[in-house]
């Protein structure tokens, strides 16, 4: 509760307004979607959530990360196969996939930091990982390897929150609590002292060691607290699709498609990640329903439109589309966030 006070008070009086609005909107428009559109509105909140988290690591630090998919797919295949094997509930695997998803960030970390590997190099190795741990799934036949993990869907009809089973409207409702526990707790570690420690990592780790910061120690900070949110995602993941394949959940393309809301958005913001997630998913399907429509068959076009949307967002608005859109709103002096 000091938490969500100490956020709010931070924000300026226009930006209290439009979070207000903002939540109050996302709480009522499910009752107005159909079930295509609210499948996009959960795809939105997803790429929200897991652009949070990939945010806390390079926005609030500046450690490149594109192999995220790797804390997606073991948070996702660890609390599944707990279900599958053990019949345990998605709420206790939770605890085991953050563990699990901490425990990799850490050998990651590690290996990395204490080396000294940064920059391209700490990008190279997260894709590394998250590609041999790819491979490595393909032939674990005890989550069906290649042929993929299934979970009984059962009754979608009811709401089941203990087993995570209904229909698409609570899954709605649990990744928007998510989304909403990510933003105020993003905004809270950016605020604090660890907050301050990153943003000095990320603007220049020599000057910041300099100054006495255990640049190692926050740094794995980072890291195994990005990959904890991740697996979050990665476990709602599992019970709202209820199938798992390694080559969809490991691909590099599940990490690029988690880095594209906050860096479209606008790194190292709250509102970023929110704003980018709208951004892409919307246009995203709009541009492949438009493709369709008029008759073509393009195979890879929202890949496309991403990366068209990526080189005009770092030639035109390295910032983010947000920071100047929250200045030309008057959000107050510290409107990029």
């Not at 209290?16 to 909140?45: D, E, K, Q, S």
């Not at 605020?191 to 990153?198: I, T």
């Not at 006495?212 to 993941?237: C, D, E, P, R």
Request: glycine residues 12%.
């Amino acid at each position: 509760m000091n938490t969500l006070r100490e956020l709010l008070s931070s924000l300026h009086g226009r930006s209290r307004v439009l979070l207000a609005l903002l939540l109050l909107g996302l709480l009522a428009v499910p009752w107005f979607l159909n079930a295509y559109l609210l499948t996009l509105a959960i795809m939105i909140l997803y790429l929200a959530y897991t652009g949070q988290a990939w945010n806390v690591m390079m926005g609030f630090c500046g450690q490149l990360s594109l192999g995220h998919a790797l804390f997606v797919g073991l948070g996702a295949y660890t609390a599944a196969a707990l279900l599958f094997h053990f019949q345990i509930q998605p709420w206790a695997g939770l605890w085991v996939a953050i563990g699990v998803c901490v425990l990799a960030a850490a050998i990651v970390g590690a290996l990395a930091f204490r080396f000294g590997i940064s920059g391209v190099y700490f990008a190279l190795l997260t894709i590394a990982f998250a590609e041999f741990t790819r491979i490595g799934f393909e032939n674990f036949q005890w989550v069906g390897a290649t042929g993929g993990l299934f979970l009984k869907v059962g009754q979608r009809e009811h709401i089941d929150l203990l087993s995570l089973r209904g229909p698409p409207i609570m899954f709605y409702y649990v990744i928007l609590a998510l989304a909403t526990f990510a933003f105020v707790f993003s905004g809270w570690l950016l605020r604090s002292r660890v907050g301050y420690y990153w943003q000095a990592i990320r603007e220049n780790e020599d000057a910041a060691q300099a100054l006495g910061i255990n640049t190692f120690l926050w740094k794995m900070a980072a890291i195994t607290v990005s990959a904890a949110m991740t697996g979050v995602a990665g476990v709602f993941y599992a019970f709202y699709y209820n199938n798992l394949f390694p080559d969809q959940v490991f691909h590099i393309s599940s990490s690029i498609e988690i880095i594209l809301a906050p860096i479209i958005g606008g790194l190292g913001t709250l509102f970023g990640p929110i704003f980018g997630a709208a951004v892409i998913t919307v246009l995203g399907e709009g541009i492949t329903n438009l493709v369709g429509a008029l008759g073509f068959d393009i195979p890879g076009v929202k890949q496309v439109f991403y990366g068209v949307a990526l080189m005009i967002v770092i030639l035109f608005l390295p910032d983010g589309i947000w920071p100047p859109l929250a200045r030309r709103l008057k959000l107050g002096p510290r409107s990029g966030q």
